[in-house]
C-alpha cells in the first residue's frame, strides 16, 4: 500500500540557517513526489515535484528537495531560511502503479515549520 | 491565470443539518479532486472526477455525503445530514488531466456544531 511518513511534527530553526523537512515513502513502482506548503487558512500551495531524472530537485521560493531512491526519502530543503518560511509542509506520493484512481495522491500528516528571527 | 475557487470559505451548522460546498476549477482542468483535511492531518482524497465522470470515490462516506459535477466544470460537495466529526477543512483541487501537479483553492472550513 502506499503510505508517506513526515517523522517531526515540527522543525525549529533560526532564520539564515539551513532548514530540511523529512519525508519517506513506501510504494509499489517508481514514485511521484511532491511537497507542498500550506499557509494560515489558505490552500496547499504546490512548491516541487519530483518524476523523473535528476535527484535533487529545485523549486519554488528557493526550496530544493533530494530523492533518494535506497532510502526511500524525499527530503525538502533550503539553505538559508526566512521567517516567512514558516508554515505547514505536506509530502505527497504517488504510484504510478496504482490502479485504484487515477493521478491519486497520498499526503503525509504534515511538519510545521518554525522559523525564528 | 485564475486559480481554483471555491464557496463558502467557512461554515458553522449543527449536527443533522445539511451543508453544500462550491468549487470552480481552472479553466480547462479536466480533473477535479475535492479533500477533507482534518486538523492535524494531511488531506485525504474524498472523489475525484475525470470530465463529469467519477474515477475514484472509495474514500467517500457516500451514506452522507454526494458529489456532483454536472457539466464538467464546477463542482458541489453536499453532507447530508452532518456528523460532529465532519468537522474539517474540504479542499478543492484541479489539473489538466495529463500533467502530474495539482493545484488547490483556499478550501471551506466547517464546524459542525
Known amino acids: 500500500a502506499q503510505s508517506v511518513a513526515q517523522p517531526e511534527d515540527q522543525v525549529n530553526v533560526a532564520e539564515g540557517n539551513p532548514l530540511t523537512v523529512k519525508c519517506t515513502y513506501s510504494v509499489s513502482g517508481n514514485p511521484y513526489l511532491f511537497w507542498y506548503v ?9 512548491l516541487l ?12 521560493y528557493g526550496f530544493e528537495a533530494e530523492f ?26 504517488r504510484d504510478p502503479m496504482f490502479s485504484g484512481g487515477y493521478n491519486k495522491l497520498i499526503f503525509g500528516a504534515g511538519t510545521r515549520l518554525a522559523v525564528h528571527p | 491565470e485564475a486559480g481554483v475557487a471555491q464557496s463558502p470559505r467557512y461554515k458553522i451548522i449543527e449536527k443533522r443539518q445539511s451543508v ?11 480533473t477535479l479532486y475535492w479533500y ?11 472523489i475525484q472526477f475525470q470530465n463529469n465522470g467519477v474515477v475514484d470515490d472509495s474514500q467517500l462516506p457516500k451514506d452522507r455525503f454526494s458529489a ?5 466544470v464546477d463542482s458541489t460537495l453536499k453532507i447530508q445530514p452532518a456528523k460532529l466529526e465532519d468537522s474539517a477543512v474540504y479542499l478543492c483541487a484541479s489539473n489538466p488531466g495529463a500533467e502530474e501537479t495539482q493545484y488547490f483553492g483556499p478550501g471551506t472550513r466547517l464546524l459542525v456544531l
Not at chain 2, 456532483?68 to 464538467?72: A, F, I, V
Open chain 2, 68 to 72: 456532483e459535477r454536472l457539466k464538467g
Open chain 1, 38 to 46: 500550506q499557509y494560515p487558512n489558505r490552500g496547499l500551495q504546490f
Open chain 1, 68 to 93: 533518494n531512491k535506497s532510502q526511500t526519502s524525499f527530503h525538502l530543503k533550503k539553505p538559508s531560511a526566512l521567517v516567512s518560511d514558516s508554515a505547514l509542509y505536506f509530502c505527497a506520493v
Open chain 2, 36 to 46: 477533507q483535511q482534518i486538523l492535524g492531518q494531511g488531506p485525504k482524497l474524498l
Open chain 2, 20 to 30: 453544500a460546498f462550491w468549487c470552480n476549477p481552472i479553466s480547462g482542468h479536466a
Open chain 1, 49 to 60: 515535484k519530483y518524476i523523473t531524472g535528476d535527484n535533487l530537485v529545485k523549486g519554488s
